[in-house]
C-alpha cells in the first residue's frame, strides 16, 4: 500500500463501496497496471503512471478495470477489501518482463492504493490472470490492521 | 480438437509441442503454459493465483 493512500483514506478520496462518504453512492472504478521487472514503483508512487508500463499487443495504457462488486468489511480489529475477481489481460502479447501490478483509482485522479510484485513473467499470444487471494482479514487484498 | 491462439493466429492444439509448469512459492503459485512450433515460443500464458497481502506499513511493494 502506497503512503499516498493511507492519507487518502482518512480524507475519503477512495471509496470502495457505497457508503455515502461523498454523497454519490457509486463506488469508485479502479484499474490495475502493469509494470516492467526495470520499473520503479513503491511508497512513493502517489498516482498511475505510464513510466514504466508494460506495452505490448491487446494491453492498454492504463491496464484493466478491477471488478468490485465486494464492499469493504471488517472482521475483529480488521478491515479488508479484495477485487470479486481475478484481474484478467487477454490475449496479450507482453515480450518484456514484468513483475508489478499497481492498483489505483481512476475515478479520484489515478491516485494509487496499492503495488504488488511478484515473479517475473512474459506473456506471448496469451493470457496472464491474477488470481486474488481470500477475501478475509489477513488475507485479503488490502487490510488496515 | 482445440484451438490455440499463437503468434501465428489460432492453431490446432495437436500441432505444437505443449509444455507446463508451476512455481509455488510463500507469495503466489504460478502455472504456466507454453506451446512451441518448430522451436519457436508461439504462446505463453499465465495463471498466477494470489495467496495473500497485508498492508498498512512495511508491505508497500510486497509479492503477492
Do not use: C
Not at chain 1, 481470500?134 to 487484498?141: D, F, I, K, S, W
Amino acid at each position: 500500500m502506497t503512503t499516498s493512500f493511507k492519507t487518502e483514506i482518512l480524507t475519503a478520496t477512495h471509496n470502495f463501496g457505497t457508503a455515502p462518504t461523498r454523497g454519490t453512492g457509486v463506488a469508485d472504478t479502479f484499474k490495475a497496471a502493469l509494470y516492467l521487472a526495470s520499473a520503479s514503483l513503491g511508497a512513493g508512487t502517489t498516482v498511475y503512471s505510464s513510466t514504466g508500463e508494460v506495452t505490448g499487443t491487446n494491453y492498454t495504457a492504463g491496464g484493466v478495470t478491477v471488478t468490485n462488486a465486494t464492499a469493504p468489511t471488517n472482521s475483529g480489529t480488521t478491515a479488508y477489501w479484495t477485487p470479486s475477481a481475478s484481474i484478467t489481460y487477454t490475449n496479450v502479447t507482453l515480450s518484456t518482463s514484468f513483475d508489478a501490478v499497481l492498483i489505483y483509482n481512476s475515478s479520484q485522479t489515478n491516485k494509487a492504493v496499492s503495488v504488488h510484485t511478484f515473479g517475473a513473467q512474459t506473456i506471448t499470444a496469451g493470457t496472464f490472470t491474477l488470481v486474488m487471494p481470500t477475501n478475509a482479514a489477513g488475507t485479503a487484498l488490502l487490510n488496515i490492521a | 480438437m482445440a484451438l490455440v491462439n499463437t503468434t501465428k493466429g489460432e492453431m490446432e492444439e495437436s500441432l505444437l509441442e505443449k509444455k507446463e509448469g508451476t512455481v509455488d512459492n510463500d507469495n503466489e503459485t504460478v502455472l504456466w503454459t507454453e506451446y512451441w512450433l518448430d522451436g519457436e515460443l508461439v504462446h505463453r500464458s499465465v495463471h498466477m493465483t494470489l495467496k495473500k497481502f497485508n498492508l498498512m506499513g512495511e508491505a508497500v511493494a510486497a509479492s503477492f
